[in-house]
Nanobody, 119 residues
Framework: QVQLVESGGGWVQPGGSLTLSCAAS????????MGWYRQVPGKARELIAR???????WYDDSVKGRFTFSRDAAKNPTNLKMNSLKAEDTGVYFC?????????????WGQGTQVTVSS
């Protein structure tokens, strides 16, 4: 029933920018926290940014100062603007609720969107 579709990824050179979007089949982020996760090659998926339904924002140190949620909380608040991208930002990015969407005792994840930063 619930679907998560990430988009906005692509290839950019170091220092470039991308904006990620998270499309959900339901208004699931109206009352729960949402998060952006990054999975880099050879490593586990990790939370890099979090936004509560009340507008509170948190960013991992690895992206702080470079990644930001939309400035207009009433318009596409889950969009993640990524500036000053680095090679180490390369990976697959996922959005989800926090806590995650549980299906058969497993967290449901979308397809993710690939971000590649290289020169």
């Amino acid at each position: 029933q619930v679907q998560l579709v990430e988009s906005g990824g692509g290839w950019v050179q170091p220092g470039g920018s991308l904006t990620l979007s998270c499309a959900a089949s339901e208004n699931i982020f109206e009352s729960v926290t949402m998060g952006w996760y990054r999975q880099v090659p050879g490593k586990a998926r990790e939370l890099i940014a979090r936004l509560t339904s009340g507008g509170l924002k948190w960013y991992d140190d690895s992206v702080k100062g470079r990644f930001t949620f939309s400035r207009d909380a009433a318009k596409n608040p889950t969009n993640l603007k990524m500036n000053s991208l680095k090679a180490e930002d390369t990976g697959v990015y996922f959005c989800n609720t926090i806590p995650g969407i549980m299906i058969s005792s497993r967290t449901y994840w979308g397809q993710g969107t690939q971000v590649t930063v290289s020169s």
